[in-house]
């Protein structure tokens, strides 16, 4: 199995900042992407980055370059997570959501809703639930371009707001941040065992 994992946007996107400008969510994005993926291969498993550039590489060809692993290797041996942090607002204005959430594309496969699952379940054992609903399915469908024109099995991961008090300073703390990773990590592992 290859495992992808995507660190969503560049330094040069709009916006996508605490409102005290304290974080930056690529820079935090690209943090964690690099530490599952360095843990996965200590663990022995093909990891890979498809961002290795700092600045914003756009949608269409993060999935080109998924989409081309995928015909080289067959999408069922392919997987990809997308790593994200929250904002509930774009204003420069502090908020009150809190928390994880994992979504798949409104026509995901079995197995991406599978991933998406054990993404959820393990944020909640390791206390990165926040204070909204978790749907019973365990999973968000939305219409995301990178999980949408993909071929493999895909989730796109929402760690925490960074326009909430509380969540941001976990996702600034080493424990926060060794949090997510571990939680990923182990949703992973608990996917690929499940095929």
């Known amino acids: ?35 599952i993926v360095i843990e996965l291969k200590d663990d022995g498993y093909d990891a890979r980055l498809i961002v290795d550039e700092e600045f914003d ?64 379940q393990r944020s909640i054992e390791y206390g990165l639930k926040g204070n909204r609903c978790v749907p019973p399915e365990m ?13 493999c099995p895909a989730v796109l991961t929402e760690n925490l707001f960074y326009d909430n008090k509380e969540d941001l300073e976990m996702l600034q703390s080493q424990q926060g941040h060794d949090k997510i990773v571990l939680a990923h990590l182990r949703a992973i592992r608990d996917y690929i065992k499940s095929l």
């Open 57 to 120: 590489i756009s949608l269409s060809e993060r999935v080109q370059r998924v989409n081309d692993i995928c015909k080289k290797y067959g999408a069922s041996n392919v997987m990809l997570v997308s790593i994200h942090s929250n904002a509930a607002g774009a204003d420069g204005k502090w908020y009150s959501a809190r928390g994880f959430s994992a979504h798949v594309s409104l026509n995901a496969s079995d197995k991406s809703k599978r991933l998406a699952k054990f993404l959820w």
């Open 1 to 35: 199995m290859i495992i992808l994992i995507d660190n969503g946007h560049g330094y040069n996107t709009p916006g996508k900042c605490s409102p005290d400008k304290s974080f930056y969510e690529w820079k935090k994005n690209r943090e964690l992407a690099r530490d």
């Open 139 to 151: 999973y968000i469908a939305q219409n995301l371009y990178i999980l949408r024109k993909t071929i």
